[in-house]
């Protein structure tokens, strides 16, 4: 049977990409929205919109009645579930499969048993698949997390057992923190999953992430479509992708996808799914779960194979059996994926919210063999709220090689523009330079190892700082001219200006001499180099792109007093332009100081006060837990920054706060 109309279960990047392959197939979609949503993109794309709720997931996305309302009203035959909300909800797949209305996914059977993290390790482990060593049953009590935590020897892992996107999860070292990690997990899971029970397991050190994509009719027929390793997490939650893995060579590929194809046959596997793997640095492997939908890092696959997982996943529920055989799928080149997160690297990547001012993806498609594709929810002024995942979108790029894919990956996130909240595109260019990601020695601590106080930006590096003030330069030149009302031409005669300018950034002065004729060039004072430089650059665009002798760069740019702030290459700094005289002014500037917080704790996002942990007078050591903010469904613990004593305190649990509001505050 084909389908003629499906309905799309999901808001975001998600459902506009499920829409993008049904619409290319012929068929048409329904999109389901909650009153936030109204205006969201993947409304827009739709061929139907139906309303399902208000903002809050639990009455909107997670709806089940409402959804199967809209299946109804609209005659659609079957249901694109997405990944999140209903994807992996045995129930309502259960109840659409009674309906008669097709789940575009596993059966509920499958769903069910995968689901639940005890319940797939135990199965996992009688399927003879290799698991992680622990003690799959649920845990009672903090007591009773320690006492186990204490037999399969330290350190673990406490995972709730309804898990997923890396929530309810803590590592404990020792009876301490196991005790205090189950609270946090329990919690966590409670109002993420509304199901609080907890599991142990050995915490394996040092370990890859490395999964199986796999792809299973409904005829018995399954294969596999390689790996993708996403070793780099934060809070336990992928921030890059890539297909195939450095680490994994042809015998472990094999074994690995046997594995992972014996298991999706054990539970009678139908549709596309993940094995996750975690593999230690000798290359041993141990089933961790398995995902029973599509994967957000599916593109990567796609982008090797070749593949389109959603038009499979479409052909595979209509009935159709696999089109394609093992020996059918070919690797080719390198993908890197890059989530783009609104949230703030430099402050633990906590979540960000507000209007995206500003959002200029770098333009999709194929040219020399280079791909870039961006999957994306979101347009110049939408809004990312606190009801939902705060990724903004999915940054891919292909090429023959890693290397390609990463040098094409920084210079795509160069181009990158979001104006208007926090995100983490100068964290995720900092990656794609690090060394440790270029020879590609990763491992899911490499976040907690590389930047172990934080990511505070990156350094700033010659060439990137040359690159910054020869575009401050020619931007100054090109609004001069301008401004002027010349257009580099008069009379029919070129004329050609020479300017000696002063650029101060990074706390260094950079003279130059611009002289504009129809390009520029740039003459660095310092050794007399000259730079020649073309673009195409006006005045208000946000990135200039240019040619600076033979090196193609973007820099990010927004006007500031006497200059611009510039971001590139994960950098981010003001440059003021002066006239040698200017400069001589700035020097006797006074230095403004920012204000000293340093007595305050505020609220790094806003959320709500879940507790306490701190009372009035209290001395406070340094570390100490002094409350916990919920936000985006994430605990978010606050502790002290040193020794203090609790001096005022300002809200109280179940309080809504704002960014910066001051929950404590101190004396030293
Ligand atoms: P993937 O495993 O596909 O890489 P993540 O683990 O990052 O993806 O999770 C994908 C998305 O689905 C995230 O938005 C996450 O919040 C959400 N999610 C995952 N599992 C669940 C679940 N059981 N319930 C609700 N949301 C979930
Ligand atoms: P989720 O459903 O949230 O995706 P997973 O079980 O897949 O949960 O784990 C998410 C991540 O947490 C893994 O990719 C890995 O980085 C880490 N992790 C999970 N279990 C372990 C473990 N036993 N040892 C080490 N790391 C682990
Ligand atoms: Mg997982």
């Known amino acids: 049977m084909g389908f003629s109309k499906i309905l799309i279960a999901n808001r975001g990047e998600i459902a506009c990409r499920i829409m993008r392959t049904a619409r290319r197939l012929g068929i048409k979609t329904v999109a389901v929205y909650s009153d936030v949503d109204s205006h969201s993109p993947h409304v827009h794309m739709a061929d139907e919109a139906v309303a399902i709720g208000p903002a809050e997931a639990a009455a909107s996305y997670l709806n089940a009645d409402a959804i199967l309302d809209a299946v109804k009203h609209t005659g659609a035959q079957a249901l694109h579930p997405g990944y999140g909300f209903l994807s992996e909800n045995t129930a309502f797949a259960a109840?659409?499969?009674?309906?008669?209305?097709?789940?575009?996914?596993?059966?509920?059977?499958?769903?069910?048993?995968?689901?639940?993290?005890?319940?797939?390790?135990?199965?996992?482990?009688?399927?003879?698949?290799?698991?992680?060593?622990?003690?799959?049953?649920?845990?009672?009590?903090?007591?009773?997390?320690?006492?186990?935590?204490?037999?399969?020897?330290?350190?673990?892992?406490?995972?709730?057992?309804?898990?997923?996107?890396?929530?309810?999860?803590?590592?404990?070292?020792?009876?301490?923190?196991?005790?205090?990690?189950f609270g946090l997990a329990s919690n966590e899971a409670r109002s993420a999953f509304g199901d609080d029970r907890i599991f142990v397991e050995k915490y394996i050190v040092d370990p890859r992430h490395i999964e199986i994509q796999i792809l299973a009719d409904s005829h018995g027929n399954i294969i596999h479509l390689g790996e993708r390793e996403c070793s780099i997490q934060r809070r336990n939650q992928k921030v890059i992708e890539e297909a195939p893995s450095p680490f994994v060579d042809e015998t472990t590929r094999v074994a690995m996808g046997a594995q992972a194809v014996a298991l999706a046959k054990a539970?009678?596997?139908?549709?596309?799914?993940?094995?996750?793997?975690?593999?230690?640095?000798?290359?041993?492997?141990?089933?961790?779960?398995?995902?029973?939908?599509?994967?957000?890092?599916?593109?990567?696959?796609?982008?090797?194979?070749?593949?389109?997982?959603?038009?499979?996943?479409?052909?595979?529920?209509?009935g159709a059996p696999l089109a394609l055989t093992q020996?059918?799928?070919?690797?080719?080149?390198?993908?890197?994926?890059?989530?783009?997160?609104?949230?703030?690297?430099?402050?633990?990547?906590?979540?960000?919210?507000?209007?995206?001012?500003?959002?200029?993806?770098?333009?999709?498609?194929?040219?020399?063999?280079?791909?870039?594709?961006?999957?994306?929810?979101?347009?110049?002024?939408?809004?990312?709220?606190?009801?939902?995942?705060?990724?903004?979108?999915?940054?891919?790029?292909?090429?023959?090689?890693?290397?390609?894919?990463?040098?094409?990956?920084?210079?795509?996130?160069?181009?990158?523009?979001?104006?208007?909240?926090?995100?983490?595109?100068?964290?995720?260019?900092?990656?794609m330079h690090h060394p440790r990601w270029r020879e590609g020695r990763l491992t899911t601590n490499f976040i907690a190892e590389e930047y172990p106080d934080g990511f505070t930006g990156e350094d700033a590096d010659d060439q990137s700082i040359e690159t910054m003030a020869i575009a401050a330069a020619v931007m100054d030149a090109i609004s001069n001219n301008r401004r002027r009302g010349i257009s580099g031409q008069m009379g029919g005669r070129p004329v050609v200006f020479s300017r000696p300018r002063v650029i101060a950034l990074a706390g260094r002065e950079i003279e130059a001499e611009v002289n504009s004729d129809d390009g520029f060039e740039v003459i660095l004072t310092e050794d007399d180099s000259r730079r020649l430089v073309r673009t195409e650059w006006r005045p208000g665009e946000a990135?200039?792109?240019?040619?600076?002798?033979?090196?193609?760069?973007?820099?990010?740019?927004?006007?500031?007093?006497?200059?611009?702030?510039?971001?590139?290459?994960?950098l981010s700094l003001d440059a003021r332009v002066y006239t040698p005289r200017e400069a001589e002014l700035a020097r006797l500037m006074p230095v403004k100081l920012p204000p000293d917080t340093s007595k305050f704790l505020l609220c790094p996002m806003p959320g709500r006060l879940v507790s306490l942990d701190a009372t009035l007078g209290q001395h406070v050591k340094a570390g100490e837990v002094l409350c916990t903010v919920e936000a985006m469904k994430m605990e978010n613990v606050l502790r002290a920054d040193r020794n203090a004593i609790v001096a005022k305190i300002n809200a109280a649990p179940g309080d809504s706060l704002a960014v910066d509001a001051v929950i404590m505050e101190f004396e030293v």
Not at 543 to 566: K, S, T
């Open 95 to 181: 109840t659409l499969e009674a309906q008669g209305i097709k789940f575009i996914g596993p059966g509920a059977k499958a769903i069910e048993v995968m689901g639940d993290k005890i319940a797939s390790k135990t199965f996992a482990s009688k399927a003879g698949i290799s698991t992680v060593p622990g003690h799959p049953g649920v845990v009672a009590d903090a007591d009773d997390a320690a006492a186990i935590a204490g037999k399969i020897g330290y350190p673990v892992m406490l995972k709730a057992s309804a898990g997923g996107g890396g929530k309810g999860m803590r590592i404990a070292w020792n009876d301490t923190e196991a005790r205090e990690g």
């Open 267 to 318: 539970v009678g596997y139908e549709s596309v799914g993940t094995v996750e793997f975690i593999v230690d640095a000798n290359r041993k492997f141990y089933f961790l779960e398995m995902n029973t939908r599509l994967q957000v890092e599916h593109p990567v696959t796609e982008l090797v194979t070749g593949l389109d997982l959603v038009e499979h996943m479409i052909r595979i529920a209509e």
């Open 327 to 431: 020996d059918d799928v070919k690797m080719t080149g390198w993908a890197v994926e890059a989530r783009i997160y609104a949230e703030d690297p430099t402050r633990d990547f906590l979540p960000s919210t507000g209007r995206l001012v500003r959002y200029r993806p770098p333009r999709e498609g194929l040219v020399d063999g280079m791909t870039i594709r961006n999957d994306t929810g979101v347009v110049e002024g939408s809004e990312i709220s606190v009801h939902y995942d705060p990724m903004i979108a999915k940054l891919c790029t292909h090429g023959p090689n890693r290397e390609a894919a990463t040098d094409h990956m920084r210079d795509a996130l160069d181009r990158f523009v979001i104006h208007g909240i926090e995100h983490n595109i100068p964290f995720l260019s900092a990656l």
């Open 543 to 570: 990135v200039i792109e240019a040619v600076i002798d033979d090196r193609a760069v973007a820099v990010q740019v927004r006007p500031i007093v006497n200059g611009y702030r510039l971001s590139h290459r994960g």
